[in-house]
């Protein structure tokens, strides 16, 4: 997906009629066996946008992973309508993913996530870097080190709503320093969904083989 899509300080965290939040999980006691039909911890503004997401909610669902394809090892060009100009790499930043516990357990048993489920992708640039490939040394050793926030996209199942995209929709807050956008409308098939069609349809649209944890999960 390009770099305007996917996700951070909103007004609340409840759903309003003023607009559409990330939702609070419930209390594990009173969560009940999720089926294909899961209800969405967003909802849709009037217009068909949607909030951006509360880090104090999405930071506690399962972190998945965080793929880096840093500046100093592309030799692109992107992102040229972003805020700082160019990028070499499409996505220069960490991309942290989070989604909720209970569709990340109904992928590893069917291998397709629920109706309804949130993915959120906060983004981070590399730690000031001190080398040309973008890296820099620490005591741990000479490395990539996650920097200052720097976007959040998001990507929602709707099956009736995002039928045209395989289920799925787009959205994104910026990809570039706090603040971000408030809101979002779906992001175009040809800047976000397009590329997920082309290289990960039948992993229910998303990149599965960067997260071990959904990717490498248990047959049985």
């Given at each position: ?120 992708k ?44 395989n ?17 979002s ?23 599965i ?12």
């Amino acid at each position: 997906m390009k770099k305007h899509l996917f996700w951070v300080t909103i007004v609340g965290v409840g759903l309003t009629t003023a607009g559409a939040y990330i939702l609070p999980a419930k209390p594990v006691a009173a969560q009940t066996k999720q089926s294909s039909t899961n209800q969405s911890s967003v909802a849709f503004n009037a217009d068909g946008t949607v909030n951006v997401p509360d880090p104090h909610v999405f930071r506690r669902w399962v972190f998945v992973g965080a793929p880096l394809t840093p500046e100093g090892l592309n030799n692109g060009k992107f992102n040229c309508d972003q805020p700082g100009g160019c990028t070499k790499s499409n996505f220069p930043e960490y991309h942290h993913v989070y989604i909720e516990q209970k569709n990340v357990d109904a992928y590893l048993k069917t291998g397709d996530f629920p109706e309804g489920t949130v993915i959120v992708k906060e983004l981070t640039r590399v730690l000031d870097p001190k080398f040309p490939d973008g890296s820099r040394k620490e005591p741990s050793g000479r490395g990539y080190f996650n920097g200052a926030y720097n976007g959040i996209d998001m990507s929602i199942k709707d099956s009736k709503r995002f039928a045209k995209t395989n289920g799925w929709g787009f959205f994104t807050y910026g990809h570039h320093p706090l603040p971000y956008e408030k809101t979002s409308a779906e992001r175009p098939a040809a800047e976000c969904a397009g590329c997920h069609i082309a290289n990960v349809a039948d992993t229910d649209m998303t990149y599965i083989q960067f997260y071990p944890m959904l990717r490498d999960k248990d047959p049985k």
